[in-house]
Nanobody, 119 residues
Framework: QVQLVESGGGLVQAGGSLRLSCAASGSTFSINVIGWYRQAPEKQRELVAIISSGETTNYADSVKGRFAISRDNAKNTVYLQMNSLKPEDTAVYYC?????????????WGQGTQVTVST
């Protein structure tokens, strides 16, 4: 079991910055991939950025060059630095972790944190 708790969301003007944090607890040693998804009203949840245990990163095209994901293994925390925010970045941001135990994979989600970008 892995528990994920997000923080750092809020209201920001377009062009501004926010940093999201996700603290993981539980069986954190078994986390294979961790990162962020988002869901805007009436839209499907979409990948924002993920980072593997080997530090490989993957970003949505829409955030490349503006967002940066990083992880602090000592604190079991993953961060999402969001710069040059746009109104279309407005969404609930969810922390996500994929856990591998043997050949089985399990997905875990945080409760979400709201990010609102005003014009």
């Amino acid at each position: 079991q892995v528990q994920l708790v997000e923080s750092g969301g809020g209201l920001v003007q377009a062009g501004g910055s926010l940093r999201l944090s996700c603290a993981a607890s539980g069986s954190t040693f078994s986390i294979n991939v961790i990162g962020w998804y988002r869901q805007a009203p009436e839209k499907q949840r979409e990948l924002v950025a993920i980072i593997s245990s080997g530090e490989t990163t993957n970003y949505a095209d829409s955030v490349k060059g503006r967002f940066a994901i990083s992880r602090d293994n000592a604190k079991n925390t993953v961060y999402l630095q969001m710069n040059s925010l746009k109104p279309e970045d407005t969404a609930v941001y969810y922390c996500y972790a994929n856990v591998r135990i043997g050949i089985a994979h399990f997905n875990y989600w945080g409760q979400g944190t709201q990010v609102t970008v005003s014009t």
